[in-house]
């Protein structure tokens, strides 16, 4: 969050994986009554641009001057579930929009403007690690400071990323929520500054202590799944919308259960609950939350890619 960051830094580590949203652009033909047609969970048909509905395609067309336009979205996985697919969809549009002008944008430039459509364009509450996670894609260590982030690999032999994928565990709790609603609630909640700036400096401070564990080989990897817990810990005593009744007894029904540590995805309230399990308790893990859906993942190293390009015709 930048509020935080400016004045004290910050740092996340972060990793991509394999769902994805995938964003459709095109120049719409004109034969219709209409300029722009969009489909995502509403189908949008208007002939002028201020009448788009939804606030990051009307802004993100203004931003970068796009017109008469058909757009297609569809996800992997639910909107507002905590794993960063509003800020992918972002992304993937700008990477879109750049492309229908036959123009190239790197990562840096794709993440900032992402950043800067959904958090001042849009007014929407929330950090800035989710844009350049999608953005930029792989196993990150992105720190912030002064208005401004760096993006550091997190150097780790493949074996040692291989068991770090294969003893996580990811369960959808059903629930989804706006993330900016929830930082909105968490920011009123009745807490003093001051011991909620403590609470996230320790937190701050246990990232060094996770990527040193990711990258000493002689480091036990397990240390990273009780890191997790230390910090979930940590994590939902900073607002009333972080975690919930229901959410609280999830997670200790997996730690129970055998996991070593865990948290919930995203800003809160819902989504998805990840947990580090070794191999010979993910049995019994799962049993526990056997009325939760499973979701299996492997992580990835691209973040926003075009799939298919043709230059048109106009």
Known sequence: ?????NEYGGAVLSTTFDKYCYVTVRHLPPFFDYKTELSYSKIERVTDQSQIVHPAV???MKLL???DIRLTYEADLPARSGLGTSSSFAVGMLNAFYCLKGKYA????LADQAIHLERDLCQEAGGWQDQIAASFGGLNRINFKDNNYSVVPIII???RKRLLNDNLMMFFTGFTR???DVQKANQSTPETRAAKIERLKKMLDLVDDAQKVLQDKDSDLDDFGRLLDTTWRL???TGSAVSTSGIDALYEKGIKAGALGGKLLGAGGGGFLVFYVQKEKQAAVHEAMKDLLYIPFKFENEGTKVIYYNAEEI
């Open 157 to 159: 032999s493949p074996e």
């Open 106 to 109: 790197d990562k840096r430039l």
């Open 58 to 60: 009307r802004e993100a």
């Open 235 to 237: 994590k939902r005593q």
């Open 178 to 180: 706006f993330s900016s």
């Open 65 to 67: 001057d796009t017109k």
């Open 1 to 5: 969050m930048k509020e935080f960051f």
